[in-house]
Nanobody, 127 residues
Framework: QLQLVESGGGLVQPGGSLRLSCAASGFTLDYYRIGWFRQAPGKEREGVSCISSSVGSTAYADSVKGRFTISRDNAKKTVYLQMNSLKPEDTAVYYC????????????????????WGQGTQVTVSS
């Protein structure tokens, strides 16, 4: 049974860093693209970053470019989101999701393209 479990969220001051992890089980992560998404209260879920299955090409939302880095370790079946220079507007529940399409392309930041989701982890950026 496909399962995704996020961890690493918490409370951090503006300018701080967090690393989120997404642990996968029940399937072979190698053949999936992975997306990180977030949803703030009262807002729609939005794409943050995507990493493809093979050569690891990546995509980022403009709001996080240069601050967030996505990576994957297929041997550990884990995907990471390193978040630096955090801002209050980064506060949200962060979710990882997988899709069997291998490349991120133009749809990698569209939550409607991903069918399997984790339960989410809360990130709060506040002083």
């Amino acid at each position: 049974q496909l399962q995704l479990v996020e961890s690493g969220g918490g409370l951090v001051q503006p300018g701080g860093s967090l690393r989120l992890s997404c642990a996968a089980s029940g399937f072979t992560l190698d053949y999936y693209r992975i997306g990180w998404f977030r949803q703030a209260p009262g807002k729609e879920r939005e794409g943050v970053s995507c990493i493809s299955s093979s050569v690891g090409s990546t995509a980022y939302a403009d709001s996080v470019k240069g601050r967030f880095t996505i990576s994957r370790d297929n041997a550990k079946k884990t995907v990471y989101l390193q978040m630096n220079s955090l801002k209050p507007e980064d506060t949200a529940v962060y979710y990882c999701a997988v899709d069997p399409l291998r490349a991120c392309g133009s749809s990698g930041l569209n939550p409607k393209e991903f069918g399997s989701w984790g339960q989410g982890t809360q990130v709060t950026v506040s002083s």
